[in-house]
């Protein structure tokens, strides 16, 4: 018997490494984390680095201030619904560098220590208010069309000026 429950837990440990690795896995490797700041644009700054979420694209938006509501909240909607979603610290795994300096990464927030994460670029597409990229995961593209068929963010009623630039 105690042989036979050896081979099992082995074959299991060997069927889970063949699995994918999981946000948890991905946040835990992030080579860039610290308290994020959110630019107008929609990117963030950690430390001294600026860092644009891969996979999407975040189509300028125009949003007429308010004086009367408290806080004051001005700026694209994408970096509106970012400064809200994030709470704490980010942790980002860089894909790449842009010419300007700019880091090219996949960005997590977690709740816990041990939470697996929540994919800031899939936030913004399912919100709606952003567009996947060609060459971005699978997921980004069905998220976009669900938020564009539940007409979310951009693809909602127009409450602003899209700008495409």
Request: aromatic content about 10%; hydrophobic content about 50%.
């Amino acid at each position: 018997m105690g042989f036979m429950r050896s081979w099992l837990v082995v074959v299991a440990l060997g069927l889970l490494m063949e699995l994918p690795p999981s946000n948890l896995a991905a946040a835990n490797r992030a080579d860039i984390v610290g308290a994020a700041t959110v630019l107008d644009d929609g990117s963030l700054r950690i430390g001294n680095r600026i860092i644009r979420m891969y996979g999407i694209y975040i189509v300028p938006t125009r949003q007429i201030c308010s004086t009367f509501s408290r806080p004051v909240r001005c700026g694209g909607r994408a970096a509106v619904a970012l400064e809200t979603k994030i709470q704490g610290f980010v942790f980002c795994h860089s894909v790449g560098v842009y010419a300007d300096g700019s880091v090219s990464a996949v960005c997590y927030i977690r709740r816990t220590f041990r939470s697996a994460g929540e994919d800031l670029a899939a936030y913004l597409l399912a919100e709606g208010w952003a567009l996947a990229l060609p060459g971005a995961p699978f997921e980004y593209f069905a998220m976009e069309r669900i938020a564009q068929t539940r007409k979310l963010g951009l693809w909602g009623f127009p409450a602003d000026v899209i700008t495409f630039r």
